[in-house]
């Protein structure tokens, strides 16, 4: 069984299909059709909920923190302890929710039908935002398409919504919604069961090792934005899964002296504070990382876990030298994070073996590292390149150099004959066009939608040509910013 609010209603759960997304749920089985299906891929937001959960602050003090997902990927089993708010949820007592009413105000909507979920950003970012600006609006609203109104009414009800806000019904019943959370808090695998489908929810890494080597043909489910396309573009059945988003244990984030120790299942907006701090270019990449919701839900283990060769994070872990602890049963390995990735789609991950956390060195002084993107679209977008440079100069000589690219090849990869052209030599403009020859040697690009291969190979030589004008002028800070 798995429990969790529908606002302040408690929804107990068992005999349910596994595969089915809290899209579905709310519209088919609640009759909650405020929810609207866009593009059943989280790509127009159209779908977008808020997902309260219990935090803890580093003093013990405890509050809500609110979220906005789309429902379209988030399987209902990834609900369990927590609380679910949807569009329906915000009118109370007859009168509209503060940012319903400025949507009203600003002439925001036009067909209606993307209203919702440009409704339910606007509250998640109102709950969030003490001191709101432009960014963080458009840091919102990036994962919202609407195809008539145009943005500038919306960001005009953004800003009189998070301006001037006042507090609602969901303040009002803060310290009764957390007593609801706590009497609920998971105290042992939950599961939701169909009969021919399944999804167990373990709490600790103990369980899920023994779990996943009891079945070991079970799908991993972390934030599901990549696993829930194969339900819902491919309709795929999962006869098993496994939701790891309920083990603390893999949604820590950790600083020791000499590295950084990220559980797999710590959602990309939770390593944002800490990969930024130590790599403002990591920082800026994760910005461009599809969109808010998508990074309110995937984590950071799954962006490495599926082993796509455009995977934004995988180039510049590689860069900077991360490695993998991979658990499976009681047995632990450390692994170089270059070496996970095999070929095209396939790891050195063994049967029942899962990333447990990934282990990011901290930064030094002497090290100058960069990342890049390059998309068809600023936000929202997927990589054509990805580009990550780090390398060591002293008194103008390149001591050493990790290269990486995505985007390049059927997985992401190092540079080797780029850094070998690299290493030992001056950094100067013929050190740099030697590295950029030698990039043909390392990569045979494919062509296709997002790229030809020509471009490809191109963009990866500028990028490189950019990162050595970058450092020799360091006022210049276009850094992630590329884009088509």
């Given at each position: 069984?798995?429990q969790?609010?529908?606002?302040q209603?408690?929804?107990?759960?068992?005999?349910?299909?596994?595969?089915?997304?809290?899209?579905?749920?709310?519209?088919?089985h609640?009759?909650?059709?405020?929810?609207?299906?866009g593009?059943?891929?989280?790509d127009?937001g159209?779908?977008?909920?808020?997902?309260?959960?219990?935090?803890?602050?580093a003093?013990?003090?405890?509050?809500?923190?609110?979220?906005?997902?789309?429902?379209c990927?988030?399987?209902?089993?990834?609900l369990?302890?927590?609380?679910?708010?949807?569009?329906?949820?915000?009118?109370?007592?007859?009168?509209?929710h503060s940012?319903?009413?400025?949507?009203?105000?600003?002439?925001?909507?036009?067909?209606?039908?993307?209203?919702?979920?440009?409704?339910?950003?606007?509250?998640?970012?109102?709950?969030?935002?003490?001191?709101?600006?432009?960014?963080?609006?458009?840091?919102?609203?990036?994962g919202?398409?609407?195809?008539?109104?145009?943005?500038?009414?919306?960001?005009?009800?953004?800003?009189q919504?998070?301006?001037?806000?006042?507090?609602?019904?969901?303040?009002?019943?803060?310290?009764?919604?957390?007593?609801?959370?706590?009497?609920?808090?998971?105290t042992?695998?939950?599961?939701?069961?169909?009969?021919?489908?399944?999804?167990?929810?373990?709490?600790?890494?103990?369980?899920l090792?023994?779990?996943?080597?009891a079945?070991?043909?079970?799908?991993?489910?972390?934030?599901?934005t990549?696993?829930?396309?194969?339900?819902?573009?491919?309709?795929?059945?999962?006869?098993?899964?496994?939701?790891?988003?309920?083990?603390?244990e893999?949604?820590?984030v950790?600083?020791?002296?000499?590295?950084?120790e990220?559980?797999a299942?710590?959602?990309?907006?939770?390593?944002?504070?800490?990969?930024?701090?130590?790599?403002?270019?990591?920082?800026?990449l994760?910005?461009?990382?599809?969109s808010?919701?998508?990074?309110n839900?995937?984590?950071?283990?799954?962006?490495?876990g599926?082993?796509?060769?455009?995977?934004d994070?995988p180039?510049?872990?590689i860069?900077?030298?991360?490695?993998?602890?991979?658990?499976?049963?009681?047995?632990?390995?450390?692994?170089?994070?270059?070496?996970?990735?095999?070929?095209?789609?396939?790891?050195?991950?063994?049967?029942?073996?899962?990333?447990?956390?990934?282990?990011?060195?901290?930064?030094?002084?002497?090290q100058?590292?960069r990342?890049?993107?390059?998309?068809?679209?600023?936000?929202?977008?997927?990589?054509?390149?990805?580009?990550?440079?780090?390398?060591?100069?002293?008194?103008?000589?390149?001591?050493?150099?990790?290269v990486a690219?995505?985007?390049?090849?059927?997985?992401?990869?190092?540079?080797?004959?780029?850094?070998?052209?690299?290493?030992?030599?001056?950094?100067?403009d013929?050190?740099?066009?030697?590295?950029?020859?030698?990039?043909a040697e390392?990569?045979?690009?494919?062509?296709?939608?997002?790229?030809?291969?020509?471009?490809?190979?191109?963009?990866?030589?500028?990028?490189?040509r950019?990162?050595?004008?970058?450092?020799?002028?360091?006022?210049?800070?276009?850094?992630v910013?590329?884009?088509?």
């Amino acid at each position: 069984m798995i429990q969790f609010l529908l606002n302040q209603e408690l929804r107990s759960e068992h005999v349910l299909d596994p595969n089915l997304t809290v899209l579905e749920y709310l519209r088919e089985h609640l009759g909650k059709s405020g929810t609207k299906e866009g593009c059943a891929s989280g790509d127009c937001g159209a779908c977008t909920v808020v997902v309260g959960e219990l935090h803890t602050d580093a003093n013990g003090g405890e509050s809500l923190r609110y979220r906005s997902l789309n429902s379209c990927l988030t399987f209902v089993s990834s609900l369990h302890g927590k609380q679910l708010i949807s569009v329906e949820d915000l009118k109370h007592q007859g009168q509209l929710h503060s940012v319903q009413q400025a949507m009203v105000d600003c002439h925001g909507s036009q067909c209606g039908f993307c209203t919702p979920g440009f409704v339910m950003s606007l509250f998640a970012l109102q709950k969030n935002s003490e001191h709101p600006d432009a960014h963080k609006a458009h840091e919102a609203l990036a994962g919202n398409l609407c195809r008539c109104t145009g943005y500038r009414p919306i960001l005009a009800a953004a800003e009189q919504a998070c301006c001037g806000k006042q507090p609602d019904q969901f303040d009002a019943r803060q310290a009764q919604t957390i007593a609801h959370l706590k009497a609920i808090a998971p105290t042992q695998t939950g599961e939701l069961n169909s009969g021919d489908k399944r999804c167990l929810v373990p709490l600790t890494v103990a369980d899920l090792a023994e779990l996943y080597d009891a079945y070991p043909q079970a799908r991993l489910l972390a934030g599901g934005t990549d696993l829930a396309l194969e339900v819902t573009q491919f309709h795929r059945t999962l006869p098993v899964m496994i939701y790891v988003g309920n083990v603390a244990e893999l949604k820590r984030v950790e600083r020791f002296d000499d590295r950084l120790e990220i559980g797999a299942a710590t959602s990309l907006s939770d390593c944002y504070e800490a990969l930024n701090a130590e790599y403002p270019d990591f920082g800026d990449l994760l910005q461009r990382f599809a969109s808010l919701q998508i990074r309110n839900q995937g984590t950071l283990g799954g962006n490495i876990g599926n082993a796509s060769p455009i995977g934004d994070s995988p180039p510049l872990l590689i860069a900077l030298g991360a490695q993998l602890v991979l658990c499976k049963g009681q047995v632990r390995r450390t692994l170089a994070l270059e070496d996970y990735f095999i070929d095209y789609r396939v790891t050195a991950r063994q049967e029942s073996e899962f990333i447990e956390k990934i282990i990011v060195p901290r930064a030094s002084a002497e090290q100058a590292f960069r990342a890049y993107k390059v998309s068809k679209r600023l936000d929202d977008d997927i990589s054509a390149v990805c580009a990550a440079f780090n390398l060591r100069i002293d008194n103008g000589v390149v001591r050493d150099a990790r290269v990486a690219f995505g985007g390049m090849a059927a997985t992401p990869k190092r540079a080797k004959h780029c850094e070998a052209a690299l290493i030992g030599a001056q950094w100067n403009d013929s050190t740099v066009e030697r590295a950029c020859a030698a990039l043909a040697e390392d990569f045979t690009p494919l062509s296709d939608f997002r790229a030809s291969k020509e471009y490809r190979l191109l963009s990866a030589r500028n990028l490189l040509r950019k990162y050595f004008i970058e450092l020799q002028t360091p006022h210049i800070e276009t850094r992630v910013t590329a884009y088509v």
